[in-house]
């Protein structure tokens, strides 16, 4: 518990900006235009509507520091590749968005990939989400998105990244996965590093249960409570929960976030045959991977 920084005083509440339109919009039906498979379905309107609220939450609950962004191409498509923290709240990945849009605008599309399990479980948040720009984790969608010009972020460690434990903080984890290299070598397009570093304060991992209790149930042929395979099972403190299990949806501590922008990362060789070239992909997702914890660890040394 050491390694644990003190947590700063609580931000004015006061200073939360009020929701002056209604939402009302926003409680539609899950089916048909909110399903995630679509481009159109982005709502720019929307998007200026939670500015004030992100705003708020970048400049005074989380107090966000970032750098890097002339690395963004101010034209044509890209994929940013971010590390993320905190739980299902990922202040960082909040951060982010925001960033982008008080930069290139709302009009400027951005989309981000998202779990299925979103639109399972969190039917609601998937509402939200799909407006600000999320689409299923899939490569239609994705490759959609890229070939109309539009830059595509993406966090490739997923759940395992996202409930790391406290102790595996500094670490970049893309839990093995490579998708997203196959998807920037067939479609031509960098890699931009997205980075960050303080969000794992706002909910503290202490271990990660799943593989053992997966074992013990497989070995006692047993089922998943309620048939639902969590995909990680996190036990953490945080609230509303204080000490909680599995994934479950936080409020993040205000703790302070930092998060950086690399350089891109762009491939000799492209197309479908680099992006069906095992060997070729696994040297270009250990290229990204170094290069972010680089790049991790230099801003870990500057702000830690």
């Not at 509440?13 to 498979?37: C, F, H, K, R, V």
Request: charge should be neutral; glycine fraction near 10%; proline fraction near 10%.
């Amino acid at each position: 518990m050491a390694a644990f920084k003190s947590f700063p005083s609580l931000p004015n509440l006061g200073n939360l900006p009020p929701l002056t339109e209604s939402w009302g919009a926003i409680a539609q039906t899950i089916t048909g235009p909110y399903d995630g498979w679509g481009l159109d379905q982005r709502n720019p309107d929307l998007i200026e509507r939670c500015m004030p609220i992100w705003g708020w939450l970048y400049d005074t609950y989380f107090r966000v520091q970032t750098s890097g962004w002339e690395h963004v191409p101010k034209t044509g498509p890209f994929l940013a590749v971010g590390s993320h923290n905190g739980g299902l709240a990922a202040p960082d990945m909040i951060a982010t968005i925001y960033d982008w849009v008080r930069r290139q605008g709302a009009q400027r599309p951005m989309y981000g990939l998202m779990h299925d399990y979103v639109w399972r479980y969190y039917p609601y948040m998937a509402r939200i989400a799909v407006q600000v720009g999320g689409l299923r984790a899939h490569p239609r969608p994705a490759m959609a998105a890229l070939k109309a010009g539009a830059g595509v972020l993406v966090y490739p460690g997923g759940p395992q990244d996202v409930f790391r434990p406290h102790a595996q903080r500094d670490r970049i984890e893309f839990a093995g996965r490579t998708g997203f290299i196959k998807l920037a070598l067939h479609q031509g397009v960098p890699i931009i590093p997205v980075v960050s570093w303080g969000a794992h304060d706002s909910l503290i991992v202490l271990a990660e249960l799943y593989g053992p209790v997966k074992a013990f149930l497989k070995e006692n042929k047993l089922d998943w409570p309620l048939g639902i395979d969590p995909v990680v099972l996190p036990i953490y403190l945080g609230l509303p929960w204080g000490l909680a299990f599995g994934p479950l949806p936080n409020i993040p501590f205000p703790t302070q976030i930092h998060t950086r922008v690399g350089p891109a990362i762009a491939f000799e060789r492209t197309g479908r045959a680099a992006a069906s070239d095992r060997a070729y992909v696994q040297d270009c997702y250990e290229r990204v991977r170094s290069a972010m914890q680089t790049s991790l660890d230099e801003l870990i040394a500057e702000v830690g």
